[in-house]
C-alpha cells in the first residue's frame, strides 16, 4: 500500500470506533472535558505513530526483533500482540452491535449482525494491503458527498460556549481515561503492514492522516458536547444520533442512514486493517505465503468473542480489565521497538515491499 | 477444482451466507407488522399510564395507489409504566410499535410535574424516537388532543410538529424537542419550558385538504410549561413571548402599533440578548438587555427609521416587553425554575441543586429592553 492509500485508509479507521458509545461514556467519566481527553489521547497516539513510522522502515517490528534477539523472541511478541489485537478488535466490534441491536433493527439477534459484519471485513482484510489502500483511496471520495451533505444539512442546536471554560474542574477527571484506553491505539497495525518502498520519504503525509482522524473525532465529541450538554451522558450512540438532526429529515424521511453507512464502511475498513495485519504477523511468524487458513481462523474468533462478550455493561468492564495489556501493548511495545530499531542504525536496512 | 472456479465457488458461498444471515433480521418483524407511529399520547390516572399511538394506515392494494387514500388509526395501550404501556399496545393490536417517525409527543394534564421525567427519558434514552420529535402539553387528555383533526393535514402528530416549528419562528411557541427536553432536565435546576396546546374554537374546514373523516379544529401553541425540580409555571400568551424574547432564536413575526389613527407594523428583523449577574451591590441583580431590531411597515411599504411612530409608542412597547420580562423571570425564581439560565453564572459554590433554589428566590431583575427602527 502506497503512502497515500494509507493516508485516506487511516482517516476512515480512527474516528471509526470512537464515534458512537465511546462520546456518551467518557461524558460521564470526565464531564465536559471529554472532547479535551479524547484529543490528549490522540495527541499521544500520534507520538506512538511517529515510533511505529520509525519501525516500519526497518522493515517491521518482526524483522527488527529477529534480527536483535532471534527468531523465538520475535514470535512470542508477534504472537501476543496478534492475541492482544483479536481480542481488542472484537470488544470494539460492540460498538456497533450495540448500535445496530438498540438503535437500528428491532431483535436481539447478534450473529445476523456479526456474520456478514466479520465476514465482510474478513474478505477486505484478506486481499492484499494494496486492494485495501485502493478500496480506501475510491471509497472516501465517495464518502466525502454524503459527508458534505450532513453537515451543510445539519440542523441541531449546538452550544460550543458549553464547552468552555475547559478544566473547569481541574485535570483530576481525566483518571476516567484509564478505562477507555483500549478505544485508543489504532495505529499497532501499521507495526505489521508493510508500506510502498518508494513511500518512505513520505511519512508527514501519514502524519498529517493522524491529525486528520484526530480533527474528525475532535468534531464529532465537540459538537455531541455541544448538542446535548448535561445530558450527554445519557445518550448511548452519539455519531447515529448527531445524524438524526437533518434538514431534510423532516421532509424527505430518515437521511441520517447515510452518514450511517459512511460510519459502518469505516468500522469495515478498521477491522479489516486489523484481519491484514495479522495475516502479515502470522506470515512473518511462520514465513507461510497463504493467507486464507489465517483470515479463516482470525474471523471464526472475531465472530465467537464479538457474540459472547454481551451487552454494554460488559463492554466497560473488559476495557477496564484491559489497562494492562493496553499499557503493554499500545505504549509499550511501539516505542521499545522504536528504541530497538535504533541499535540496528549501523546494519543496512531491510527492503521493504509491498506486499 | 481449478484455482478461479474455486476462488468463485467460495466467493459465491459468501454471498449466500450474508444474504441468508440478512435475511433473518427481517422475517421476524416484516414491515406489514410494524405499526410506524407518527405520535403518541400519553396520559396517567392514578398509577396507570395510558398510552394512544397514532399510526399510518395504508389503504388495501388497489386503493393504496390513489392519492388521499391513506387513513390513520390509533392504537391503545396502558400499563403502569411506558414500556409495559408500549408492550400492552403490541400485544393487544398484534402490531409491532416502532417510533422511528414519530413526530410528537402529547403528554396529558396527568403527566405535568415529575410524571413526566421518567417516560421522556426513557423514550430518549430506550427508543428509536428522533431527536427532533416534538414535545407538547396537553390542556386536558393527550389522547383526546391526538383524536382531533387539525390545520391542513389530518394527522394531529403532524400537524402539531408543523404547527410548533412555525408557531416558535413567530415567537408565538417555545419549541421543545426530545433532544431539548433531555439537555434542560440535566441542568442544575432541571428546567424547561414545553409548549401547552389547546383547542382553538375556530373549526378549519379548508376546500382540496387531504381526506378527512370529520371536522378540523385549530391547536393554540401560544402558552407554555415552564417546569423543573422546583415546580411547574404556566405562562400566558404575553409571557410567552415575553420568555421568547430572552430565551429563543425566532426569525419571523411582527408587533403591530397604534399611535391615535396611525397604526404601524413593526416586522421583526433582528435581536441580540445578553444576561448577566451583578454582584456588586448588597443585592444579587440579574441584567437583561435585549436589543431589538424592526422593520417598520405602514399600509403594506416599509417606511424606514424616519417612519412617524412615535417615541411614546416605542416607549410603551419597550416598557411592556421589560415588565412581562421580569414578570416571567420573578414568578419562576420563586418556583426555584431558572428561566433564563442564570445559574451557569453563579459561583461554583452556589451550583449544587438545594442551594441554587435558595439562591434563585433571592434575586432581583433590572432588564433593559431597546426596540430600534431601521
Known amino acids: 500500500m502506497n503512502v497515500r492509500q494509507c493516508f485516506f485508509l487511516l482517516l476512515l479507521v480512527l474516528p471509526a470506533f470512537k464515534i458512537t458509545m465511546l462520546p456518551g461514556y467518557l461524558s460521564a467519566e470526565i464531564g465536559k472535558d471529554a472532547w479535551l481527553a479524547v484529543g490528549l489521547m490522540m495527541l499521544v497516539d500520534l507520538a506512538i505513530l511517529a515510533c511505529i513510522l520509525v519501525v516500519n522502515r526497518k522493515g517491521g517490528i518482526a524483522k527488527v526483533l529477529e534480527r536483535l534477539f532471534g527468531k523465538t523472541v520475535s514470535t512470542i511478541v508477534c504472537a501476543l500482540i496478534v492475541i492482544f489485537m483479536t481480542a481488542k478488535v472484537a470488544l470494539q466490534l460492540q460498538d456497533p452491535l450495540h448500535y445496530m441491536i438498540n438503535m437500528l433493527f428491532d431483535h436481539n439477534n447478534k450473529v445476523a449482525i456479526v456474520l456478514p459484519l466479520v465476514l465482510t471485513a474478513g474478505y477486505v482484510g484478506y486481499k492484499s494491503a494494496r486492494s485495501m489502500g485502493r478500496l480506501a483511496e475510491v471509497a472516501t471520495v465517495f464518502l466525502l458527498v454524503p459527508t458534505l451533505l450532513s453537515f451543510t444539512l445539519f440542523t441541531a442546536p449546538t452550544n460550543y460556549g458549553y464547552l468552555l471554560p475547559v478544566l473547569e474542574d481541574g485535570v483530576t477527571p481525566f483518571a476516567g481515561l484509564s478505562k477507555v484506553l483500549v478505544w485508543f491505539g489504532d495505529y499497532l497495525p501499521l507495526l505489521f503492514v508493510r508500506l510502498d518502498e518508494r513511500s518512505e520519504q513520505k511519512s508527514p503525509l501519514l502524519m498529517l492522516a493522524g491529525v486528520g482522524g484526530t480533527a ?26 448527531l445524524a438524526r438532526f ?32 495479522i495475516s502479515r504477523a502470522t506470515s512473518d511468524m511462520w514465513k507461510k505465503k497463504g493467507k486464507a487458513p489465517v483470515v479463516i481462523v482470525t474471523g471464526v474468533i472475531f465472530f465467537f468473542l464479538s457474540v459472547l462478550i454481551g451487552g454494554e455493561e460488559n ?37 521493504t515491499c509491498a506486499p | 477444482m481449478k484455482k478461479p472456479a474455486l476462488r468463485s465457488l467460495i466467493t459465491t458461498v459468501l454471498v449466500i451466507v450474508v444474504v441468508l444471515a440478512l435475511n433473518t433480521i427481517s422475517p421476524s418483524l416484516p414491515l406489514v407488522s410494524r405499526a410506524i407511529v407518527v405520535g403518541i399520547a400519553i396520559d396517567k390516572e392514578g398509577d396507570v399510564m395510558h398510552l394512544s399511538a ?3 394506515q395504508s389503504g ?39 417510533l422511528a417517525h414519530c413526530s410528537a409527543v402529547i403528554l396529558g394534564e396527568g403527566m405535568r410535574g415529575e410524571d413526566c421525567f421518567m417516560p421522556l427519558n426513557y423514550l430518549v434514552k430506550n ?74 374554537e375556530k373549526i378549519v374546514e379548508p376546500e382540496g385538504a387531504e ?37 429563543k432564536n425566532f426569525n419571523l413575526g411582527n408587533v ?68 412581562l420580562i421580569n414578570e416571567v423571570f420573578l414568578s419562576a425564581c420563586q418556583k426555584g425554575l431558572d428561566v433564563y439560565s442564570v445559574a451557569d453564572k453563579l459561583d461554583e459554590a452556589e451550583k449544587s441543586s438545594d442551594k441554587v433554589m435558595e439562591v434563585l428566590k433571592s434575586l432581583e431583575i433590572t432588564t433593559e429592553v431597546n426596540v430600534k427602527l431601521t
Open chain 1, 216 to 241: 474528525i473525532t475532535l468534531a464529532v465529541f465537540a459538537t455531541f458536547s455541544a448538542v446535548y450538554q448535561g445530558a450527554s451522558p445519557y445518550i448511548p450512540d452519539a455519531f447515529p444520533k
Open chain 1, 246 to 277: 437533518n434538514l431534510l429529515g423532516s421532509e424527505v424521511g430518515r437521511l441520517d442512514m447515510i452518514a450511517i453507512l459512511c460510519w459502518l464502511f469505516a468500522v469495515i475498513m478498521h477491522v479489516s486493517l486489523i484481519v491484514n495485519a
Open chain 1, 315 to 351: 463492554v466497560y468492564a473488559l476495557s477496564d480489565w484491559l489497562v494492562a495489556p493496553v499499557l503493554v501493548f499500545h505504549f509499550g511495545v511501539p516505542v521499545l521497538s522504536l528504541i530497538c530499531s535504533t541499535f540496528l542504525k549501523g546494519k543496512k536496512d531491510e527492503k
Open chain 2, 54 to 56: 397514532q399510526i399510518i
Open chain 2, 60 to 98: 388495501s392494494s388497489g386503493e393504496s395507489s390513489k392519492p388521499g387514500n391513506s387513513t390513520y388509526a390509533i392504537l391503545k395501550g396502558e400499563g403502569e409504566s411506558l414500556s409495559t404501556a408500549i408492550y400492552d399496545v403490541s400485544s393487544t393490536s398484534g402490531y409491532y410499535v416502532s
Open chain 2, 127 to 200: 427508543t428509536k424516537l428522533a431527536d427532533d420529535a416534538v414535545i407538547v402539553f396537553s390542556e386536558g387528555k393527550a389522547s383526546e388532543l391526538m383524536e382531533k383533526e387539525v390545520g391542513l393535514s389530518f394527522l394531529s402528530a403532524f400537524g402539531l410538529k408543523k404547527l410548533e416549528g412555525a408557531n416558535s419562528d413567530y415567537s408565538r411557541a417555545v419549541a421543545c424537542t426530545a433532544r431539548d427536553f433531555m439537555v434542560g432536565d440535566k441542568t442544575v435546576t432541571g428546567t424547561k419550558a414545553v409548549p401547552l396546546c389547546r383547542v382553538g
Open chain 2, 211 to 247: 381526506q378527512s373523516t370529520g371536522k378540523k379544529v385549530e391547536f393554540k401553541l401560544d402558552e407554555a410549561v415552564i417546569l423543573g425540580k422546583g415546580g411547574e409555571l404556566v405562562l400566558n400568551e404575553e409571557q410567552t413571548l415575553a420568555y421568547n424574547l430572552v430565551k
Open chain 2, 256 to 323: 403591530t402599533l397604534r399611535d391615535g389613527n396611525d397604526v404601524t407594523d413593526l416586522v421583526y428583523s433582528n435581536k441580540s440578548v445578553d444576561v448577566q449577574v451583578d454582584n456588586s451591590g448588597d443585592k444579587r441583580v440579574v441584567k437583561v438587555n435585549v436589543d431589538v431590531t424592526f422593520l417598520p411597515f405602514s399600509e403594506g411599504r416599509p417606511v424606514g427609521k424616519e417612519s412617524e411612530v412615535s417615541k411614546n409608542a416605542i416607549d410603551k412597547l419597550e416598557n411592556k416587553y421589560e415588565s
